[in-house]
């Protein structure tokens, strides 16, 4: 009896288990949304008029005009209430109510009663927020770290977040401590930990210190990217590292920066790619170029676009009227008006037939056909599951 009863209880436990780690995929039935798992079972019935895919274990529905959450049990853990919502990032999510912006936690509880005219996403640990046309930083108590008292702010990038008080813009850590008071004329955000400020017309790079680390004599430089930054010197360009050496010598039309090792360069409206040593991987040839992403980039010629790899090979030759980056593998492409997927090999995994499409996320994609929208999922096997019915 014993043995019976614990096998009972293991089943339960193990189906509970199942249930909630499920995948969930937002479902659209005519009008209405709900959820259902990846082989189309509805979990959650068609009631809400959109529904959004999960982001940190909840997923954002709407009904009557009100927004809420819903686990991926399909539990309403925020009742629609609130007039809109931002995903759940650090565990923590947006919410506006009667023109005034707030936080909530996973479980529905308000962290920051709607307060502020406006809030964004938390990075690094902060939230900025905007309070009578001034700006300030809240931890994720809803402790005000940094009084609503700047100008503008913003996001805390590196340990440091960028501000502005009286026209000058300056630095301040996470305690609130103005680590570069503001007193320049323009500033950036750090990048590989130097950030690029004016004043009186120069441009220098500080430190987290503020201490000038490099004062470039060009027309213009970029923030570092891989190590390197692009400068301008009498309309050409070219790069330098960190410590001011020229890497490749301003001679360029025009560049992009550094991603995955290689960086697009423009000479004679023609675009190619070098390497970190300046040599040319990729001969300018191209009408235009795309940075590096997971490995290709995106290459234009004769008003049509492929990918190539960082040998300079065609691995899609210049054959569709769009393309996007690639992301988790796949990227969009548009042939004759309408949107599909491929791999890496150049593969058509979905052909084109959408009238819109989005990238891949977390293994979905949503897609517009007929003027309606819903979401996609690709199988390892190949079957492309459309997740709607009419």
């Not at 103005?178 to 323009?186: F, L, M, N, R, T």
Request: aromatic share 14%.
């Amino acid at each position: 009896m014993k043995k019976t009863v614990f096998l009972i209880g293991m089943m339960g436990l193990l189906w509970a288990t199942c249930l909630h780690a499920q995948e969930l995929i937002p479902y659209r039935k005519g009008d209405k949304w709900g959820f259902c798992t990846p082989d189309k079972k509805v979990v959650v019935q068609p009631k809400y008029d959109y529904a959004l895919s999960f982001s940190e274990g909840l997923a954002q529905v709407k009904l009557n005009g009100k927004v809420g959450f819903i686990d991926k049990t399909g539990k309403v853990i925020v009742p629609p209430k609130y007039d809109d919502a931002g995903d759940f990032q650090e565990g923590l999510a947006r919410v506006y109510l009667n023109g005034k912006s707030g936080f909530i936690d996973k479980t529905g509880k308000e962290i920051v009663t709607p307060k502020y005219d406006d809030a964004w996403k938390f990075t690094e640990g902060l939230a900025l927020v905007k309070l009578n046309d001034k700006y300030g930083f809240i931890d994720k108590t809803g402790k005000e770290i940094v009084t609503p008292k700047y100008d503008g702010a913003e996001y805390f990038q590196e340990g440091l977040a960028r501000v502005k008080l009286n026209d000058k813009y300056g630095f301040i850590d996470k305690t609130g401590k103005e680590i570069v008071p503001p007193k320049y004329d323009y500033a950036l955000d750090f990048h590989e930990g130097l950030a690029r400020v004016i004043l009186n017309n120069k441009l220098v790079f500080i430190d987290k210190t503020g201490k000038v680390i490099l004062t470039p004599k060009y027309d213009g430089a970029e923030d570092f990217h891989e190590g390197l930054a692009r400068v301008e010197l009498n309309d050409k360009y070219g790069f330098i590292d960190k410590t001011g050496k020229v890497i490749v010598p301003p001679k360029y039309d025009d560049a992009g920066r550094f991603s995955e090792g290689l960086a697009r360069v423009m000479l004679n409206d023609k675009w190619g790619f070098i390497d970190k040593t300046g040599k040319e991987i990729v001969p300018p040839k191209y009408d235009d170029a795309g940075d590096f992403q997971e490995g290709l980039a995106r290459v234009y010629l004769n008003g049509k676009s492929g990918f190539i790899d960082k040998t300079g090979k065609e691995i899609v030759p210049p054959k569709y009227d769009g393309a996007f980056t690639f992301h988790e593998g796949l990227a969009c492409v548009k042939l004759n008006y309408e949107w599909g997927y491929i791999d890496k090999t150049g593969k058509e995994i979905v052909p084109p037939k959408y009238d819109d499409a989005g990238d891949f996320q977390e293994g979905l994609a949503w897609v517009k056909l007929n003027g309606k929208y819903f979401y996609i999922k690709i199988f390892p096997d190949g079957r492309v599951i459309e997740y709607y019915d009419e």
